[in-house]
Nanobody
Framework: QVQLVESGGGSVQVGGSLRLSCVAS?????MGWFRQAPGKEREGIAG???????TYADSVRDRFSIYKDSTGDTLYLQMNSLKPEDTAVYYC?????????????????????RGQGTQVTVS
């Protein structure tokens, strides 16, 4: 089973930027990010299929960017123009069984594998 390890979280001021990283133990075709804020439901925010298709939640579109490095083993989430409402624990997720057409951000919370999470605080 693929293993995922996130890093890059922290505290940042409003309007600042952070880049989250997720190292996968093997190249996984469908990956994404979801987050969970205190007292709120999990929210799928970004998805990346091996086809190159990228999807984003409305709440982060045009501010966040999901991409992989050239090896395909590390997934990134570049977060710009951060807002207080972006404060949450962010999770990297992967699903080796999901078809590319179904590898969308709204399904990220249901991907079969997730990392341990990394805290992002915006104030």
């Amino acid at each position: 089973q693929v293993q995922l390890v996130e890093s890059g979280g922290g505290s940042v001021q409003v309007g600042g930027s952070l880049r989250l990283s997720c190292v996968a133990s093997e190249n996984t075709y469908c990956m994404g990010w979801f987050r969970q804020a205190p007292g709120k439901e999990r929210e799928g925010i970004a998805g990346l299929a091996n086809s190159g298709m990228k999807t984003y939640a409305d709440s982060v579109r045009d501010r966040f960017s999901i991409y992989k490095d050239s090896t395909g083993d590390t997934l990134y989430l570049q977060m710009n123009s951060l807002k207080p409402e972006d404060t949450a624990v962010y999770y990297c997720a992967a699903d080796i069984w999901r078809l590319a057409s179904d590898c969308r951000q709204e399904h990220a919370t249901a991907f079969i594998t997730r990392g341990q999470g990394t805290q992002v605080t915006v104030s």
